[in-house]
């Protein structure tokens, strides 16, 4: 199905009806990419532009029985003036998006450097650890968590992003609070080894 | 446990292994469109690369190697030669554990074609690979006798 799609976009581009986005005058040209269930078209703001992908997307459901959710549309303009903006998103019948959006699971557009960028996955580390169902496990049990969950849950945006160090400080006070003090938190406990050490591989002393 | 900082470094260093590696894929030519083909090299020079119009991520994948001097990206990765035609001869690390220009700085000095890549140089004859250098002057004996 997405292979028709991505046919449809293609031909369109060859027949030079719609305009994708060119990196550098004369070098690649970005139409539309797709990843799983996910698409993306790319394209100069014209007028022109949105009529061929309204046609595109309208004979699109015509041939595959599939039907466009525009409610969970949108359309991002970059540099567009916002009445152009406003007329395209009526014209296509779709939401008006705004720069920061969700594309495969992270925030595209967002600025990594900020701290506020991280919260989300600070957040969900947090309820992971701190969860009443963690109350009563032991040192050991604590040491698997941490190393079994938290180390997989940051995986995806590190792989991308690189992580400010004010964001990588809290991260480890997270881990070193839930490994020495466990979910009571509360009061401070003593953090018997540096973190440093706790780090290191099991052979040469880490856990 | 994980320290987490060298876990974001190394996942990012991947970008760059990637860029090395991965021929022909869509994301790469967009960043060769984007910042000129240099990208796909060991050592990227940030300094070509105007800052106005490079992204974050760019730029933190530039700085990955803590910015300037030496990075211990082009001191760890090794080349394997294939044909030959992307291996300098001379600047990238493919014979030994060290480029062959510092291993032997005398004889680099007296070659005529330092950018010469491996597969221009060496001629297949027979079942060994002969070497076909070219020296500025006709060399001593006792330097031939360490080629």
Known sequence: MAEGFSGLMRNAVDRNIFKGFEVKRGGVTLSHLQYADDTLCIGKASVENLWTLKAILRGFELVSGLKVNFHKSCLIGVNVPPDFMERACSFLNCRQGSVPFMYLGLLVGDNPRRVETWEPLVDHLRRRLFSWGNRYISLGGRIVLLNLVLNSIPIFYLSLMKMPAKVVKLIVSLQRNFLWGGVMGGRRRLCWVKWSKVCQPRLKGGL | MRDIRLVNISLLAKWRWRLLTKNGSLWKNVLQDKYGDGVAALEVSSGGIRSSVASNWWKDLMKLEGGGGDGWLVTEVVH???????????????????????????????????NVMVGELGITSGEGRDWEFTWRRTLFEWERVTL
């Open chain 2, 80 to 114: 394997k030669v294939g044909d030959g035609m992307n291996t300098s001869f001379w600047k990238d690390r493919w014979h030994s554990e060290e480029v062959l220009c510092n291993l032997y700085p005398r004889l680099y000095a007296l070659s005529t074609n330092k």
